[in-house]
């Protein structure tokens, strides 16, 4: 039915039609793989508990695809740690794949985050918590000690007059602070060494 390559140490047991015309696809393990340590990586052969948690693949074609995925909590004996199994294609307590986020993160470099939720059927929030990380991957963290030139200027949030400003990095044009207000106190966080961006 499916290259099962994409679901390492699982294979598929049986798939669903939703009501919505989405797809479950029900995964069960694979018995000749060895779940591995969710803290050391270390192969484990106790498992503690199993727990099945629904998780969102990449859409196949029109279809939204589901998977219902078993969850072992292991009982690991190189480190003494209780963890959830490692598995390759999904983040301990995520709800979304690696192929689904590899997915939005091609689609927010060319589209509105608003346009990319309508095509996906993820929340907005969800794709601009994957856009900041592939963003903090891509850029990593700024370390303003050093800066000697800093650009401000504001810009309106709104038809209106509520303002924000931004504060930037004049050699790198870096955006290193953005906040709500115009004043000298909307700014005064900034000066006091707030968190940038």
Not at 45 to 54: A, T
Request: proline content about 3%; charged content about 30%; some cysteine.
């Amino acid at each position: 039915m499916l290259d099962l390559v994409f679901w390492e140490g699982h294979v598929v047991d049986s798939s669903e039609e939703r009501a919505d015309g989405s797809l479950l696809l029900s995964l069960s393990e694979d018995p000749s793989y060895s779940p591995r340590c969710g803290r050391c990586g270390s192969d484990c052969v106790l498992v503690h508990e199993r727990r099945r948690r629904q998780v969102r693949d990449r859409d196949w074609f029109d279809r939204r695809i589901w998977l219902d995925v078993p969850i072992r909590r292991l009982d690991c004996y190189h480190c003494g740690a209780r963890a959830a199994e490692r598995l390759n294609w999904l983040d301990a307590g995520e709800r979304i794949t690696h192929r689904l986020r590899a997915w939005v993160d091609a689609f927010v470099q060319i589209l509105p985050i608003a346009h990319v939720a309508e095509l996906t059927g993820l929340h907005w929030h969800a794709i601009k918590r994957i856009d900041r990380r592939r963003l903090q991957a891509q850029y990593g963290h700024f370390d303003a000690r050093g800066v000697r030139r800093l650009v401000m200027d504001e810009f309106a949030l709104h038809k209106g007059h509520r303002y924000a400003t931004v504060v930037m990095h004049a050699e790198r044009m870096q955006v290193l602070w953005v906040g709500e207000g115009n004043s000298r106190e909307a700014i005064r966080p900034f000066f006091l060494g707030s968190v940038y961006i």
